[in-house]
């Protein structure tokens, strides 16, 4: 082999090597664009994470502010039915609060009651259900928003559920909805009694947040079944 052909092999090799160095760039900037688009993906992930939770746990603080609201009303209802009890208003020919044909069916029903300790217990559920039934009526003085469902027999309440939506006030379409469900006061008292001091006068019947989807006029068009050939 003469020394041209050496030198012609050279320039090959020199060739070659120039084609993997650029080829080697070409792999390591595409990595880094890519590693750098992740990075840049997983931040935008984050802060939006960082802002959907910031917002959810402001709007569970005022979540949190209108359950003790309703369980104050609660209090009072159960503090009202205590003291009809407790001060023998149920023996009295009527009542300044409670309607005449209720007041007069524990009346009446305590007189004829062979076990009258146990007569006034099953009316107790009767009693604060009416006083929370009115009690819970103000609770639209401090949330406007907030609606009180009563399942009604009459004069009687037999259920109430609370419900509202709390919207967020930097994001309009940003909300959390709440509805608790009233417990009866014979539950509360008998879950106090075995030792469940953890026991509410309500139950979180629903806890969740959800947005407004976005809507524009292409979201509206809906395909008519018409293909259109380019």
């Given at each position: 082999?003469?020394?041209?052909?050496?030198?012609?092999?050279?320039?090959?090799?020199?060739?070659?090597?120039?084609?993997?160095?650029?080829?080697?760039?070409?792999?390591?900037?595409?990595?880094?664009?890519?590693?750098?688009?992740?990075?840049?993906?997983?931040?935008?992930?984050?802060?939006?994470?960082?802002e959907w939770s910031g917002k959810y746990y402001h709007l569970?603080?005022?979540?949190?502010?209108?359950?003790?609201?309703?369980?104050?009303?609660?209090?009072?209802?159960?503090?009202?039915?205590?003291?009809?009890?407790?001060?023998?208003?149920?023996?009295?020919f009527t009542h300044p609060d409670l309607p005449l044909e209720?007041?007069?069916?524990?009346?009446?029903?305590?007189?004829?009651?062979?076990?009258?300790?146990?007569?006034?217990?099953?009316?107790?559920?009767?009693?604060?259900?009416?006083?929370?039934?009115?009690?819970?009526?103000?609770?639209?003085?401090?949330?406007?928003?907030?609606?009180?469902?009563?399942?009604?027999?009459?004069?009687?309440?037999?259920?109430?559920?609370?419900?509202?939506?709390?919207?967020?006030?930097?994001?309009?379409?940003?909300?959390?909805?709440?509805?608790?469900?009233?417990?009866?006061?014979?539950?509360?008292?008998?879950?106090?009694?075995?030792?469940?001091?953890?026991?509410?006068?309500?139950?979180?019947?629903?806890?969740?947040?959800?947005?407004?989807?976005?809507?524009?006029?292409?979201?509206?068009?809906?395909?008519?079944?018409?293909?259109?050939?380019?």
């Amino acid at each position: 082999m003469d020394i041209k052909s050496l030198k012609n092999i050279a320039r090959e090799e020199d060739g070659s090597t120039a084609v993997l160095v650029i080829l080697m760039m070409i792999v390591l900037v595409s990595l880094g664009y890519f590693a750098i688009a992740s990075a840049n993906s997983n931040i935008k992930l984050s802060n939006n994470s960082m802002e959907w939770s910031g917002k959810y746990y402001h709007l569970d603080g005022e979540a949190e502010a209108f359950a003790a609201h309703v369980d104050n009303l609660l209090l009072n209802a159960q503090l009202l039915t205590n003291d009809y009890f407790d001060t023998g208003q149920y023996l009295e020919f009527t009542h300044p609060d409670l309607p005449l044909e209720m007041h007069m069916v524990i009346t009446e029903g305590y007189k004829e009651a062979r076990d009258k300790e146990y007569f006034l217990e099953e009316s107790v559920d009767t009693i604060f259900y009416f006083y929370a039934d009115k009690e819970l009526a103000k609770l639209t003085d401090a949330y406007s928003s907030a609606v009180v469902s009563c399942l009604k027999d009459g004069d009687y309440v037999r259920g109430i559920i609370c419900d509202i939506t709390l919207d967020h006030s930097e994001s309009p379409d940003f909300h959390l909805n709440v509805s608790l469900a009233v417990n009866s006061y014979s539950s509360y008292r008998y879950e106090h009694m075995e030792g469940n001091v953890s026991a509410k006068r309500y139950k979180v019947s629903g806890w969740s947040q959800w947005q407004n989807l976005p809507v524009d006029d292409d979201s509206k068009k809906l395909w008519d079944g018409t293909i259109i050939l380019p």
